[in-house]
């Protein structure tokens, strides 16, 4: 039996604590998603190290890529090669590259593309809930031309009535803003049907938004971090 279980990395005592008493909980696998849980970690019989490269503390999570007989993280993946190229010291028999790519999801956008007949000229920015890409927003708003195609964004309520506040007017200049999110099914079928996508962030790089706009065919408007 498969049993998954998150703890939350702002308060990683919550491993250890349930209904206020302190337990042990071992795990057969620990996998660590970007940040590695130092106190988790003796929990785990398997500890696995999914990198971000991006927020990886090189010199403070040095532990992690020692050796695993010293206490080194067991596995180590990678979401490119190009990642695993900057850890020349994790040897080859721990380390695994599984390459950030859009799901088969994207399937029914493609499908729903061609029941719609064909691309709106128009930028999709999704946003979610993310502080960075929501700050590369502002700057993109504050930018847009109304003689430009127009800009839509999605994203969380919080998010989308601060850009709100900040540019009243920006719907004259062609930039819909919405909080409103549509079915899973929906969201994928309107990324097959725009021509453009915006993949726009302060601090985070290639993500699973430019992996799906590169298989629908859109040409991604991106930063290069």
């Known amino acids: 039996m498969l049993k998954v279980e998150s703890i939350d990395q702002t308060n990683p005592f919550t491993y250890r604590i349930q209904d206020n ?8 696998i620990n996998i660590h998603v970007e940040v590695p849980c130092r106190l988790a970690w003796p929990y785990g019989r398997v500890n696995i190290v999914v990198v971000n490269q991006e927020w990886w503390y090189k010199s403070a999570w040095d532990w992690v890529l020692g050796p695993r007989e010293k206490g080194g993280a067991d596995f180590v993946i990678f979401k490119s090669m ?3 190229a900057l850890f020349p010291e994790v040897e080859d028999a721990r380390a695994r590259v ?3 790519r859009a799901g088969p999801e994207i399937q029914r956008g493609l499908s729903g593309l061609s029941a719609a007949g064909g691309s709106e000229k128009a930028f999709l920015y999704l946003i979610g809930a993310s502080a960075n890409k929501a700050a590369a927003a502002g700057i993109l708003v504050s930018a847009w031309k109304p003689t430009w195609p127009p800009l839509r964004l ?3 309520k ?3 009535q ?3 506040a900040a540019f009243p007017g920006c719907g004259d200049r062609g930039v819909l ?3 409103v999110y549509t079915t899973e099914t929906e969201r994928i079928t309107a990324q097959a049907q725009h021509e453009f996508h915006v993949v726009a962030s302060v601090a985070e790089g290639f993500g699973y938004t430019f992996a799906e706009a590169t298989a629908l065919g859109a040409l991604p408007l991106w930063t290069d971090i």
């Open 162 to 164: 601060s850009l709100k």
């Open 177 to 179: 803003l919405s909080d």
């Open 21 to 28: 008493v302190k337990v042990d909980k071992f795990t057969d």
């Open 82 to 84: 190009y990642a695993r």
């Open 154 to 156: 999605f994203g969380s």
């Open 98 to 100: 599984i390459s950030w």
């Open 158 to 160: 919080a998010i989308l």
